[in-house]
């Protein structure tokens, strides 16, 4: 069974110091399209997927697409992931769905938008944790708020992390990973300017302070060759910009285990159909464009594997199931 909980997948990348991409999808080519990438270079993957994705899939068609995802990859081990859940029972409802993990956004109220309180994130990833844990079921929080408003998802005011209330939030929620807030944002336009740097100086210190794995939002690259490849086609994308690959690597050094990237796929999905509605107009076979548009995707998530140093560490563990994960979690 190819299932395994983020946890496991991060504890074993956090022990190793390498960083696993969580890739977000709403459709079978952006699932096969990971995991073509994930046997292709031996990489464990986290496949997520937002609540905008659960509805606009009507969340039983992505339930089935990520469990052939497991069925036909029986060596790799895969989390299927809730991104950015909002409530308790968004949890459930994944929980219900199967997967393996899940994340409770309690930095936002749950409008997904507005900035909560510190005692409102504790009390909300509180009782999460007490559900899924039960469960077998390993939970991501945040704590800080990225930048920029994404199809409802994000607040549009920044809070970096203040790392010693990550410390204490950690121990008072009793998390398995934390996202924090060190200056990324959602979407494809991260920066204003030419500036693109980071708060490491915040990743050092909450590294120093909290041992669980911490999590990257907000962090595609924004590649230029797929915004001009977009331009080139008919797109509109001038200001886009994203974290650069070295960034992601040095934060992996200093601590990132798990990378968030929604943007970059859709960029690479976006720049492959529009070139072959240009190139190719007399084309009107979906498998034409959504097959091309799957293999820029692949190529896009090899790179990222490598970049990430995901490759190679699909076999160094077995996944764990949600009875021994309940077991793991009673026992602590
Ligand atoms: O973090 C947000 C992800 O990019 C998901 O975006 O809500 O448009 O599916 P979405
Ligand atoms: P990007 O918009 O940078 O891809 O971030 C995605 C993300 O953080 C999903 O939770
Ligand atoms: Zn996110």
């Given at each position: 069974?190819?299932?395994a909980s983020c946890k496991q997948i991060l504890e074993e990348a956090q022990?190793?110091?390498?960083?696993?991409?969580?890739?977000?999808?709403n459709n079978m080519e952006q699932i096969q399209a990971i995991m073509t990438a994930a046997k292709e270079t031996n990489s464990p993957v986290i496949i997520q997927v937002s609540r905008g994705a659960l509805k606009y899939s009507n969340s039983t068609y992505l339930q089935y697409l990520m469990k052939a995802a497991i069925i036909e990859n029986p060596d790799i081990p895969i989390a299927m992931h809730l991104d950015h859940g909002n409530s308790l029972e968004t949890v459930i409802k994944?929980?219900?769905?199967?997967?393996?993990s899940v994340m409770i956004d309690g930095s936002l109220m749950e409008d997904g938008k507005t900035i909560s309180t510190y005692?409102?994130?504790?009390?909300?990833?509180?009782?999460?944790?007490?559900?899924?844990?039960?469960?077998?079921?390993?939970?991501?929080?945040?704590?800080?708020?990225l930048g920029g408003l994404e199809d409802g998802v994000g607040s549009d005011r920044v809070h970096l992390t203040e790392p010693k209330l990550a410390k204490k939030f950690v121990d008072e929620t009793n998390v398995d990973s934390l996202a924090i807030a060190i200056?990324?944002?959602h979407g494809a336009y991260k920066f204003k300017g030419t500036s693109t740097n980071l708060a490491f100086d915040i990743l050092r210190e909450v590294r120093a302070l909290i041992d669980i794995p911490i999590v990257l939002h907000g962090a595609s690259s924004v590649p230029k060759k797929l915004i001009n490849e977009i331009n080139k086609y008919g797109?509109?994308?001038?200001?886009a910009a994203g974290i650069p690959v070295e960034s992601l690597q040095e934060a992996i050094k200093l601590g990132i285990t798990k990378i968030n990237v929604d943007t970059d796929g859709r960029l690479a999905i976006t720049a492959a159909i529009r070139k072959v509605f240009t190139e190719c107009p007399e084309k009107f076979d979906p498998r034409?464009?959504?097959?091309q548009a799957r293999s820029e995707l692949t190529n896009l998530i090899v790179l990222k594997m490598n970049a990430f140093g995901t490759v190679n560490h699909a076999n160094d563990y077995i996944p764990k199931g949600f009875e021994e994960m309940k077991k793991l979690y009673i026992s602590k």
């Open positions: 069974m190819a299932l022990k190793k110091c390498y960083g696993v991409g969580a890739y977000n999808v994944a929980i219900e769905l199967g997967f393996s005692d409102y994130n504790v009390k909300v990833t509180r009782s999460v944790v007490e559900y899924a844990h039960a469960r077998g079921v390993s939970v991501e929080a945040e704590i800080g708020t200056g990324t944002s797109g509109k994308m001038s200001d034409d464009y959504l097959g």
